[in-house]
């Protein structure tokens, strides 16, 4: 067993994990931060995508202990300071952007970190930008019009939801 | 009442707010103090006999708890088929018992033998790894065909495979085949519905617990239904007492059909959580969810239409051979016969049906309902034959389906394969598609298509459904060993909220947004008042919960019989208050009021006197505001619609993009438009998916070849289009209070035929002679298709 120690949603937090404990596990089992998912053994849902040091990282993917000292950012940290919803979260709202919710919360960490990299994306980098993150349940339609308008542009020519 | 939550509104969802910020309530969110762990030993082989099975070594190893095989169950009922169907020569079907682990013999990849209790899931893993499991592989049984020779068997004792033999209408057989033989032209069709697994993003869970000192069990399941759930564990498998065990189904992941059924995990973390007086989680990874979540569809169909000189449709006959898997799951003998046979007349008027559905056991992962559920298959298969008829006739497919349709003045129209539908306008929907879809820009887009080398073709579609399922009195005579009514109870609390516990259970429908609409308009309240209670058995009257589109046509039709009944005491508690008889008394916008005065109590003063009767007249009238009422519905309903698809096919590599995708669905009125055209997407991208993406491979010793999102091609955010939705064209339907249909399939029932209609006009268009590709129309399929035309 080996102590970790990282900052998740600016709090530091510390643990012991085994050297095969996923970053997902230790979010998940140890924090109790279960707005982190897993959908898939893979790496290919994309449901469990958190930011670490700022980048989106799929957590089923990393070993809690690669995530030492590192700067944590998961779903429960992501609204406003007043528990709002931030912009990408509200736009999804508004847009009808989720059904089950499952794929959510990594579609909002993926949106988050598209729109840090490119603020003003075409639909088609939208749609190439998810392409690690599955939704079963809505098409996809509402997603990429909710993260469009996330980004501040227009998207009344997208068909309504 | 506020126009903005009342039906016909679009609120926001308020269910948003917890699973956008992390905090909704999954399943395997839910951790119990002192939870132990499960984790199954499952087959690597298709078909075997369980030899022996040594637990000695696992046993001794950290942490494990306890280890069950199928030894333990052998007394412990079986998980049974909810419909009991009968074949063409009035045999019953073939019933082998569904064991909570495998008993004797494991029957698919991924059959459960054993499982380990640990305390933790990585020593219940190593344990697993530790078990020795002698078992003798036997031939697979994977085919359809060569399962029904029968040389090697699924169950020693069905020496067929097969399950049933099943005829519909079987009185119009001889008549059916008589029309096809003089038709003046029968169209013919060989195809497959391909087999598909839903894939829910969230995988099953289930966690158990067990309060010894009153003998109480609660259940914590990925659930669509969990009364049914709990009604199966007790009454079929376990027999736990229905008031000993609490199933909870908190936030569900998706299920699209594959968390209607209950499995065996949910009785062994019972079990295990008994015996070990502690809880008991199991999760399931996506590897087993590909093993053991029912599959859908997986269909081998020849359909031929019979017409006359001007293109009237004689007769459908279908044979159609259905894959159940190894096992029956609890809507498998349904889903072939009832939720398809009965809909093979589809949007026409064609005097005679006949289907005929041999259902087929093989060594796979059982099959059952997934989203549409044997619909998709009658729909699939009718459109398709459609769409060569014309062809072969030289006649425009929307012409063509056009002069058969049912015409809004024959309703009710009984239709040939025994259904009685009761409202539509198919001319209407489909004027409604080419306004949508555009059809008179359809050259110029072809002509710019081929300026880029491309094909272009333009598929269209007509489909029916049957959905609010359904009346108990026709599903009992056809089998259904449950009735299918749905409850709700509807609670004011004395300070004029109100609770609404609903047997139907939301896991991705957005029930705790659109079922107050329907209170707050009734009552003229604001919807925010109002809270639906879902999910927990403990906390509802009963309810048979979320499939096959039936949530607000049943479950919603019981809300507005339990807010009836709430009005009709509301009213009586109201004359009493304004001191006039219950007649006299008029309630309108939230506001009793005296006839003809203008004395007025409000909604929220009558709550509150409810609760405090000190001057009731105690003989007339009950304390409390709470009302229950259960709804059976007098009939199916009917949605119905029109979709048109464009593909550029590039013709050098076979790839298929859908450029565009229209559907335009009658479902009657609508509740909540934004909710509903949501569903109608996610429908299409499930079948967008079936039509060119999605298939599941076993080879021939039954191994899943494609178990894996590596392997498995699941709709991506790049694979799909947008997509022009329209229900602007709904005709109430006739016989539920709400006037609704239900809009959970229509999408993937729609869609399938529409894409390939369109690819199969687009080779056309290039001068290619390929007249059917079978699904999924890959670049692979494709391409082989050109080569051989
Ligand atoms: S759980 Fe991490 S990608 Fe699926
Ligand atoms: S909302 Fe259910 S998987 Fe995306």
């Given at each position: 067993?080996?102590?970790?120690?990282?900052?998740?949603?600016?709090?530091?937090?510390?643990?012991?994990?085994?050297?095969?404990?996923?970053?997902?596990?230790?979010?998940?089992?140890?924090?109790?931060?279960?707005?982190?998912?897993?959908?898939?053994?893979?790496?290919?849902?994309?449901?469990?995508?958190?930011?670490?040091?700022?980048?989106?990282?799929?957590?089923?993917?990393?070993?809690?202990?690669?995530?030492?000292?590192?700067?944590?950012?998961?779903?429960?940290?992501?609204?406003?300071?007043?528990?709002?919803?931030?912009?990408?979260?509200?736009?999804?709202?508004?847009?009808?952007?989720?059904?089950?919710?499952?794929?959510?919360?990594?579609?909002?960490?993926?949106?988050?970190?598209?729109?840090?990299?490119?603020?003003?994306?075409?639909?088609?980098?939208?749609?190439?930008?998810?392409?690690?993150?599955?939704?079963?349940?809505?098409?996809?339609?509402?997603?990429?019009?909710?993260?469009?308008?996330?980004?501040?542009?227009?998207?009344?020519?997208?068909?309504?939801? | 009442?506020?126009?903005?939550?009342?039906?016909?509104?679009?609120?926001?969802?308020?269910?948003?707010?917890?699973?956008?910020?992390?905090?909704?309530?999954?399943?395997?969110?839910?951790?119990?103090?002192?939870?132990?762990?499960?984790?199954?030993?499952?087959?690597?082989?298709?078909?075997?006999?369980?030899?022996?099975?040594?637990?000695?070594?696992?046993?001794?190893?950290?942490?494990?708890?306890?280890?069950?095989?199928?030894?333990?169950?052998?007394?412990?009922?079986?998980?049974?088929?909810?419909?009991?169907?009968?074949?063409?020569?009035?045999?019953?079907?073939?019933?082998?018992?569904?064991?909570?682990?495998?008993?004797?013999?494991?029957?698919?990849?991924?059959?459960?033998?054993?499982?380990?209790?640990?305390?933790?899931?990585?020593?219940?893993?190593?344990?697993?790894?530790?078990?020795?499991?002698?078992?003798?592989?036997?031939?697979?049984?994977?085919?359809?065909?060569?399962?029904?020779?029968?040389?090697?068997?699924?169950?020693?004792?069905?020496?067929?495979?097969?399950?049933?033999?099943?005829?519909?209408?079987?009185?119009?057989?001889?008549?059916?085949?008589?029309?096809?033989?003089?038709?003046?032209?029968?169209?013919?069709?060989?195809?497959?519905?391909?087999?598909?697994?839903?894939?829910?993003?969230?995988?099953?869970?289930?966690?158990?617990?067990?309060?010894?000192?009153?003998?109480?069990?609660?259940?914590?399941?990925?659930?669509?239904?969990?009364?049914?759930?709990?009604?199966?564990?007790?009454?079929?498998?376990?027999?736990?007492?229905?008031?000993?065990?609490?199933?909870?189904?908190?936030?569900?992941?998706?299920?699209?059909?594959?968390?209607?059924?209950?499995?065996?995990?949910?009785?062994?973390?019972?079990?295990?959580?008994?015996?070990?007086?502690?809880?008991?989680?199991?999760?399931?990874?996506?590897?087993?969810?590909?093993?053991?979540?029912?599959?859908?569809?997986?269909?081998?169909?020849?359909?031929?239409?019979?017409?006359?000189?001007?293109?009237?449709?004689?007769?459908?006959?279908?044979?159609?051979?259905?894959?159940?898997?190894?096992?029956?799951?609890?809507?498998?003998?349904?889903?072939?016969?009832?939720?398809?046979?009965?809909?093979?007349?589809?949007?026409?008027?064609?005097?005679?049906?006949?289907?005929?559905?041999?259902?087929?056991?093989?060594?796979?992962?059982?099959?059952?309902?997934?989203?549409?559920?044997?619909?998709?298959?009658?729909?699939?298969?009718?459109?398709?034959?459609?769409?060569?008829?014309?062809?072969?006739?030289?006649?425009?497919?929307?012409?063509?389906?056009?002069?058969?349709?049912?015409?809004?003045?024959?309703?009710?129209?009984?239709?040939?394969?025994?259904?009685?539908?009761?409202?539509?306008?198919?001319?209407?929907?489909?004027?409604?598609?080419?306004?949508?879809?555009?059809?008179?820009?359809?050259?110029?887009?072809?002509?710019?298509?081929?300026?880029?080398?491309?094909?272009?073709?333009?598929?269209?579609?007509?489909?029916?459904?049957?959905?609010?399922?359904?009346?108990?009195?026709?599903?009992?005579?056809?089998?259904?060993?449950?009735?299918?009514?749905?409850?709700?109870?509807?609670?004011?609390?004395?300070?004029?909220?109100?609770?609404?516990?609903?047997?139907?259970?939301?896991?991705?429908?957005?029930?705790?947004?659109?079922?107050?609409?329907?209170?707050?308009?009734?009552?003229?309240?604001?919807?925010?008042?109002?809270?639906?209670?879902?999910?927990?058995?403990?906390?509802?009257?009963?309810?048979?919960?979320?499939?096959?589109?039936?949530?607000?046509?049943?479950?919603?039709?019981?809300?507005?019989?339990?807010?009836?009944?709430?009005?009709?005491?509301?009213?009586?508690?109201?004359?009493?208050?304004?001191?006039?008889?219950?007649?006299?008394?008029e309630f309108n916008d939230g506001v009793f009021s005296a006839v003809g005065?203008?004395?007025?109590?409000?909604?929220?003063?009558?709550?509150?006197?409810?609760?405090?009767?000190?001057?009731?007249?105690?003989?007339?009238?009950?304390?409390?505001?709470?009302?229950?009422?259960?709804?059976?519905?007098?009939?199916?309903?009917?949605?119905?619609?029109?979709?048109?698809?464009?593909?550029?096919?590039?013709?050098?590599?076979?790839?298929?993009?859908?450029?565009?995708?229209?559907?335009?669905?009658?479902?009657?009125?609508?509740?909540?438009?934004?909710?509903?055209?949501?569903?109608?997407?996610?429908?299409?991208?499930?079948?967008?998916?079936?039509?060119?993406?999605?298939?599941t491979v076993y080879d021939e010793t039954g191994q899943l070849l494609n178990?894996?999102?590596?392997?498995?091609?699941?709709?991506?955010?790049?694979?799909?289009?947008?997509?022009?939705?329209?229900?602007?064209?709904?005709?109430?339907?006739?016989?539920?209070?709400?006037?609704?249909?239900?809009?959970?399939?229509?999408?993937?029932?729609?869609?399938?035929?529409?894409?390939?209609?369109?690819?199969?006009?687009?080779?056309?268009?290039?001068?290619?002679?390929?007249?059917?590709?079978?699904?999924?129309?890959?670049?692979?399929?494709?391409?082989?298709?050109?080569?051989?035309?």
């Amino acid at each position: 067993m080996t102590k970790v120690t990282m900052t998740v949603n600016g709090k530091a937090v510390s643990g012991t994990v085994e050297g095969r404990t996923l970053l997902t596990s230790f979010l998940r089992e140890d924090l109790h931060l279960t707005g982190t998912h897993v959908g898939c053994d893979t790496s290919q849902c994309g449901a469990c995508v958190v930011h670490v040091n700022g980048k989106a990282v799929k957590s089923c993917t990393m070993f809690a202990i690669e995530a030492d000292g590192a700067e944590v950012s998961t779903i429960e940290g992501q609204a406003n300071e007043d528990g709002s919803l931030n912009a990408i979260q509200a736009a999804f709202q508004e847009h009808h952007g989720l059904q089950c919710g499952f794929c959510t919360p990594g579609m909002v960490m993926t949106a988050a970190s598209l729109l840090k990299e490119n603020p003003k994306p075409t639909v088609d980098e939208v749609r190439n930008h998810l392409e690690g993150n599955l939704c079963r349940c809505t098409g996809y339609h509402n997603i990429i019009k909710a993260i469009m308008a996330a980004s501040g542009q227009d998207v009344s020519a997208i068909a309504a939801e | 009442m506020p126009k903005d939550t009342g039906i016909g509104a679009a609120p926001k969802r308020r269910e948003d707010v917890r699973f956008l910020t992390g905090t909704g309530q999954y399943s395997d969110d839910i951790s119990l103090v002192n939870q132990a762990s499960a984790v199954f030993a499952r087959s690597n082989v298709a078909n075997g006999v369980i030899k022996s099975i040594d637990t000695t070594a696992a046993a001794a190893m950290p942490g494990v708890l306890a280890i069950f095989t199928g030894e333990d169950f052998v007394e412990v009922g079986g998980n049974p088929a909810g419909w009991l169907i009968n074949s063409r020569d009035g045999e019953p079907m073939k019933e082998p018992k569904r064991p909570v682990l495998a008993h004797g013999k494991v029957r698919h990849v991924g059959d459960a033998y054993a499982a380990v209790i640990a305390e933790t899931v990585e020593q219940a893993k190593d344990a697993v790894e530790a078990i020795e499991a002698d078992i003798e592989e036997l031939p697979a049984v994977i085919n359809m065909k060569d399962a029904l020779a029968g040389s090697n068997y699924v169950h020693d004792e069905i020496e067929t495979n097969q399950c049933f033999d099943w005829g519909w209408i079987e009185d119009n057989r001889a008549a059916t085949d008589e029309a096809i033989k003089n038709a003046h032209h029968v169209t013919t069709l060989d195809l497959v519905n391909n087999r598909l697994v839903p894939n829910a993003m969230e995988p099953r869970c289930s966690m158990a617990n067990y309060n010894a000192a009153m003998n109480e069990y609660t259940l914590y399941t990925t659930s669509q239904n969990p009364h049914l759930t709990r009604l199966l564990i007790s009454a079929f498998v376990l027999g736990i007492p229905e008031n000993k065990l609490t199933v909870i189904a908190p936030d569900v992941g998706g299920g699209f059909g594959s968390k209607i059924y209950h499995y065996g995990e949910e009785a062994l973390v019972l079990a295990a959580a008994k015996k070990l007086k502690r809880p008991v989680k199991w999760t399931s990874d996506r590897t087993e969810a590909f093993l053991t979540d029912a599959h859908g569809r997986d269909h081998v169909t020849t359909i031929e239409l019979a017409m006359d000189k001007e293109g009237n449709f004689l007769a459908f006959r279908t044979e159609t051979m259905a894959n159940v898997g190894a096992y029956l799951s609890n809507f498998s003998t349904a889903t072939p016969t009832f939720l398809h046979g009965t809909l093979m007349a589809g949007n026409y008027t064609v005097p005679l049906v006949y289907v005929n559905v041999k259902a087929v056991f093989t060594n796979t992962a059982p099959v059952d309902a997934y989203r549409g559920a044997g619909r998709p298959e009658a729909t699939y298969s009718i459109e398709r034959v459609i769409d060569k008829a014309a062809r072969e006739i030289g006649m425009d497919p929307i012409e063509l389906r056009r002069k058969n349709f049912v015409k809004p003045d024959q309703y009710p129209f009984g239709s040939a394969a025994g259904l009685e539908y009761d409202s539509g306008n198919y001319d209407a929907l489909m004027d409604k598609m080419e306004d949508v879809a555009d059809l008179a820009g359809f050259d110029a887009r072809r002509a710019a298509s081929e300026a880029k080398g491309l094909l272009r073709g333009r598929g269209v579609n007509a489909y029916i459904e049957a959905c609010g399922i359904a009346p108990s009195n026709l599903v009992g005579i056809l089998g259904s060993r449950v009735g299918l009514y749905d409850a709700s109870t509807v609670r004011v609390n004395a300070t004029g909220n109100i609770s609404v516990m609903v047997g139907a259970h939301s896991h991705g429908q957005g029930h705790e947004t659109a079922f107050p609409q329907i209170v707050a308009e009734l009552l003229g309240v604001d919807a925010a008042s109002v809270d639906i209670v879902h999910g927990d058995t403990s906390k509802i009257p009963f309810g048979m919960g979320t499939y096959g589109s039936r949530s607000l046509a049943v479950c919603g039709s019981a809300i507005v019989r339990a807010t009836e009944k709430i009005i009709v005491k509301a009213k009586k508690i109201a004359a009493h208050m304004l001191e006039i008889t219950d007649s006299e008394v008029e309630f309108n916008d939230g506001v009793f009021s005296a006839v003809g005065t203008n004395k007025t109590v409000s909604f929220g003063d009558v709550a509150l006197k409810a609760y405090i009767p000190h001057d009731f007249p105690i003989d007339a009238i009950e304390p409390g505001l709470e009302e229950t009422a259960f709804y059976d519905p007098a009939n199916f309903t009917y949605p119905s619609g029109a979709y048109c698809c464009e593909v550029e096919v590039d013709p050098e590599t076979g790839k298929v993009t859908v450029e565009r995708m229209t559907a335009v669905d009658d479902f009657g009125n609508i509740v909540n438009p934004m909710i509903v055209t949501g569903q109608v997407h996610g429908g299409l991208g499930q079948g967008i998916g079936q039509a060119l993406l999605e298939n599941t491979v076993y080879d021939e010793t039954g191994q899943l070849l494609n178990a894996s999102y590596m392997d498995y091609t699941m709709p991506r955010a790049d694979d799909l289009p947008f997509y022009a939705v329209d229900h602007s064209q709904g005709t109430a339907c006739t016989h539920n209070p709400l006037g609704v249909k239900g809009c959970g399939e229509a999408g993937a029932i729609g869609s399938p035929p529409t894409v390939v209609n369109a690819v199969i006009d687009a080779l056309q268009s290039g001068g290619n002679n390929v007249t059917h590709i079978d699904m999924p129309v890959s670049p692979l399929n494709v391409w082989t298709a050109i080569q051989n035309a």
